[in-house]
């Protein structure tokens, strides 16, 4: 399969507690884009990479969230002193900037529930 | 800024029948479009997009999409809807850069048999 993972599919947590997500692109692919995906709405863009570096973070990205990419493959999401309203599916997705072109491959997500 | 609105967050049309998903958007440059279909507990697939090409897009799955400029939408279109096309499906707008994609808050489709 070349298509995008994420690990885990679920994760159930208590508040307060940290959690890490990791995701794997397309190995080919240089950008790497994070989003966050509440009931009966659409992704919301949380930050992106282009190789190893975070070009972009969304203000909803408070200062409990970090996301890294260090080798410019994986990347991975972790939220610390996680709350209530942290549940959410987090999509991850990637893609390859060529000839201006530049579509994105989504990930399954990772279900966060917290307690 | 960019901006993407759904008109209605349920559609629910018979089997056979023609699908019809609005979608209307906002922005200040030329905008790339898409339209993503999701299934349960699964990430977003490209249906199709527009990249100021041709305006009729056609897609996966016998969809296409209309840009019109003038009325700044992009409905999708299905002339006959399948069972298998019950899902969630979201219009997005994104700058030419592409990084930062929009999201509309999405259309469930209904197909009855």
């Known amino acids: 399969d070349t298509g995008v993972s994420q690990n885990p599919r679920h994760k159930i947590t208590k508040r307060g507690q940290n959690v890490t997500f990791r995701c794997d692109p397309i190995?080919?692919?240089?950008?790497l884009y994070w989003y966050r995906q509440t009931l009966g709405q659409g992704p919301e863009f949380l930050t992106y990479?282009?190789?190893?570096?975070?070009?972009?973070k969304s203000r909803l990205l408070s200062d409990r969230f970090s996301a890294e990419r260090p080798k410019g493959s994986f990347s991975t999401l972790e939220i610390q002193r996680t709350e209530q309203g942290d549940s959410a599916m987090y999509l991850c997705a990637s893609s390859l900037v060529s000839s201006g072109r530049d579509e994105q491959f989504f990930g399954p997500g990772t279900r966060l529930t917290v307690l | 800024a960019q901006s993407v609105t759904q008109l209605g967050s349920h559609v629910s049309v018979s089997e056979g029948a023609l699908v019809l998903l609005r979608c209307n958007y906002s922005?200040?440059?030329?905008?790339?479009l898409f339209w993503y279909v999701q299934y349960p507990n699964q990430g977003l697939q490209l249906l199709l997009k527009y990249t100021s090409a041709a305006t009729l897009v056609k897609g996966i799955n016998g969809f296409e999409a209309e840009f019109k400029k003038s009325e700044t939408s992009f409905h999708l279109t299905k002339p006959s809807a399948h069972m298998s096309d019950a899902a969630e499906y979201f219009c997005a707008v994104s700058n030419t850069g592409g990084f930062k994609t929009i999201f509309g808050a999405g259309t469930r489709l209904f197909v009855k048999a």
């Open positions: 990479f282009q190789n190893e570096a975070q070009l972009e």
């Open positions: 922005s200040s440059v030329p905008p790339y």
């Open positions: 190995s080919e692919h240089n950008r």
